[in-house]
């Protein structure tokens, strides 16, 4: 027996059991059940079963049901009797026989009304005051019209009169540059320096980016980047894009000069800023950003971008933090955007793999669904432009590169790659909540969200950055403009006083070289900006030294060897030789050559000086030892002569401090014709250490030396004590 049903209870079952069966013929026939027009047209012209009966559902989908038209028969209990049926499939009408329906008017209602339903075929007649006023309200229309036709015939004049005089339009001749060179260059790239404000050429490569150059135009000057096409074509559509450029006006958006079409200088010119782009900043370790400060320059950026998505260029395209500039106030102003028909789009190509950083770098900030398109529209969407501050949020917070991936090393091409596939979970930059404020975390992730609709249009940005921002926002321009301002000038201060601090240490460093390489007093006549004349010096004592054996010590090692050997043994005499007045005259290998007396003249003493080190180094000698050979003890030969020179600075790329004369010659003949572990020194030398009566000297003979023939040389044995028993040297002594 079966119950009676709800007609909507009934009508709801039906409709499933209909969805169903469609559902099911889909499936089976290994159709995609999520494809609702396949659905759709399976369940029309289709008959089934349902809990109250037949249910036909016709070709356009309707259902083909039976009625039944029934009379109220008791109007005061409200009693009604059926008085016919309507067969939907036949579309017959049958009555029931025996029952009369009581029509009001004894009739059918016909299927219009004779005066109709509003009862505008049943017209009274006219009165006077209401012609009247059909009259006056049909004149006020007919001059409203009127009025609007005017007008948009005079904005369509207007508008036809400006695309043709092209006011935007810029001759090349008529911008001037600072040099010639800069107009020689032909717009090849220069990057801005943020101390100076100048331009310099740069162009940029590999991981880093090509900025615009500068120019002069009526007197202000301007920034100018090129456009690579070879002509341009003034279609209607590129005639409106530089009308709407020209009435774009507001504070975060940089203002558009003009643009020159003439082959070969193509180019847009726009607003200069001269503290360079948003990345330039980043990327300056000098100036110091705090929170609020970096809220700021991202609320800049809302600002601009609100304005430029509710005006007539509706999109970016191209939102990155190096088109975004920084004036001199410090406020951030978008760059780049609109002229959409004029720029020719560079995205139809495959970069060669010379290019192929550059090409896959500068779309790092590309939304996931313009990276998988074929061709990537220069007008992006506004809700990839959403996503591309998402990017630039992450910049300035973090300060890293764009895209930072903490401990992931991958290339621009490796990154991209990631993006476009949109795995879970999707591939995005750092986000640590641990350094990053949960605010900004939050509007990170909404912002570069897969689904462009999960994210926020700038109008819901503006409002959060107001609330983040909500410190600076109830002050006034001036006030936010100073407190930016005040920021910049005490980063300055810390930075003039660390580039301060680091000159004065370069400066000690370039002096402490200088002194290595000249005598202090020639160095200090240098730096004065004197010029350092020959000198010719009456007496002063030349020290040569060399180790005997060195050659065959040096084939039984290798070069870095014989280098840490020479560097562990100049560095042993060196550290000696400081304790004299004497000066180290240079090194050549193995051979050591110092001389005293000069620059400064000291007396006789300059014998006393070189003999004293001489003993002293010996002394040292002994003791050192080979790094790679330990078992091995050095032999010092070393060879002393005292008489005149001329010493002067020879060079200027490399200037030396040199000595000339014979007696260079003689005390290197001395060391030559000497003995290992000896000083040799001449009969010269000897008279003068004669007088000061501490000196140990044993005579030698005569010796045979190239181009000097015989020659009476001594050896230096040692120095003995003074009177008081003290000893004037720390190496070497011999007790009375």
Not at 68 to 94: C, P, Q, R, W
């Amino acid at each position: 027996m079966r119950a009676e049903v709800n007609t909507f209870v009934g009508a709801f079952h039906d409709a499933v059991i209909l969805y169903a069966l469609a559902l099911n013929e889909t499936l089976e026939e290994g159709g995609n059940p999520r494809d609702g027009k396949t659905l759709t047209h399976r369940m029309w012209n289709r008959t089934f079963e349902g809990i109250m009966g037949n249910v036909t559902i016709d070709s356009n989908g309707d259902r083909e049901a039976d009625y039944s038209l029934l009379e109220m028969t008791d109007i005061e209990n409200g009693i009604f009797t059926v008085a016919g049926h309507y067969d939907g499939v036949a579309k017959k009408y049958t009555p029931v026989p025996g029952v009369v329906i009581d029509w009001p008017g004894k009739t059918p209602p016909k299927d219009v009304p004779d005066c109709g339903f509003k009862g505008e075929f049943c017209i009274e007649e006219d009165d006077t005051g209401f012609t009247v006023m059909i009259m006056m309200i049909s004149m006020v229309v007919v001059i409203i019209v009127a009025a609007i036709i005017i007008i948009y015939v005079v904005r369509k004049y207007r508008l036809e009169m400006e695309l043709a005089n092209m006011v935007w339009k810029i001759k090349w001749e008529d911008i001037t540059f600072n040099n010639k060179m800069d107009k020689q260059r032909k717009l090849t790239g220069s990057r801005v320096s943020l101390a100076s404000g100048e331009s310099g050429q740069s162009v940029w490569g590999g991981n880093q980016q090509i900025f615009t150059v500068t120019g002069y135009y009526k007197g202000n000057i301007i920034a100018i980047k090129k456009v690579n096409r070879l002509r341009v074509e003034l279609t209607r559509n590129v005639l409106i894009d530089f009308k709407h450029m020209r009435d774009i006006s507001h504070d975060h958006v940089t203002k558009f000069i003009g643009a020159c079409i003439d082959p070969p200088n193509i180019s847009v010119m726009t607003e200069y800023c001269p503290k360079g782009s948003l990345q330039d900043i980043l990327e300056n370790d000098s100036i110091e950003l705090d929170e609020m400060f970096k809220y700021s320059l991202l609320y800049d950026i809302v600002k601009g971008m609100y304005y430029l998505h509710n005006s007539v260029i509706q999109t970016h395209g191209n939102l990155k933090s190096s088109n975004c500039v920084v004036d001199n106030r410090f406020v951030v102003k978008i760059t780049d955007f609109g002229l959409h028909s004029f720029r020719e789009p560079d995205h139809a190509f495959e970069p060669d793999e010379d290019d192929s950083f550059q090409y896959y770098q500068k779309r790092l900030w590309s939304a996931p669904e313009l990276l998988r398109l074929p061709e990537m529209p220069l007008g992006g969407t506004q809700k990839a432009d959403v996503y591309s501050f998402g990017i630039i949020v992450q910049e300035v917070i973090y300060r890293e590169s764009v895209f930072y991936v903490a401990n992931v090393d991958l290339s621009p091409k490796e990154i991209i790659h990631k993006v476009k596939q949109g795995n879970k979970p999707t591939f995005r930059p750092t986000l640590d909540r641990s350094t990053c404020p949960d605010e900004i975390c939050s509007l990170c992730n909404r912002c570069w969200a897969e689904e462009p609709t999960d994210r926020p249009d700038f109008s819901q940005l503006r409002i959060i950055m107001r609330k983040l921002n909500k410190q600076n926002e109830g002050r006034s321009l001036v006030d936010n403009l100073l407190s930016r301002m005040e920021q910049y000038a005490t980063n300055l201060e810390a930075l003039v006083l660390e580039r301060t601090e680091a000159f004065y240490e370069e400066k000690r460093k370039a002096e402490e070289l200088l002194y290595q390489i000249l005598p202090r007093p020639v160095a200090e006549e240098l730096k004065k900006g004197k010029p350092v004349t020959a000198e010719s010096f009456e007496c002063v004592t030349i020290y040569f030294s060399d180790i005997v054996g060195f050659t065959s010590l040096s084939s039984e090692s290798t070069p870095l060897q014989v280098v840490d050997l020479l560097n562990d043994l100049y560095t042993c005499f060196d550290s000696i030789v400081n304790n004299y007045d004497v000066y180290k005259v240079e090194t050549i290998g193995d051979a050591y050559m110092v001389a005293s007396g000069l620059p400064v003249r000291n007396g006789d003493f300059h014998a006393r000086e070189v003999a004293r080190m001489s003993l002293a180094l010996l002394s040292a000698i002994k003791t050192f030892k080979i790094r790679h050979k330990p078992d091995r003890t050095l032999m010092l030969r070393i060879g002393l002569h005292s008489g005149p020179v001329v010493a002067g600075v020879v060079g200027l790329k490399m200037p030396r401090y040199c000595l000339f004369g014979d007696t260079v010659n003689t005390a290197s003949r001395m060391e030559s014709n000497g003995e290992a572990m000896k000083i040799h020194i001449s009969s010269s030398i000897k008279k003068i250490l004669d007088l000061f009566g501490t000196f140990v000297i044993e005579l030698r003979g005569e010796v045979e030396m190239k181009g000097k023939g015989k020659q009476t040389t001594y050896w230096l044995l040692g120095e003995l004590k003074d009177k008081n028993g003290l000893c004037d040297f720390k190496y070497q002594e011999i007790p009375v």
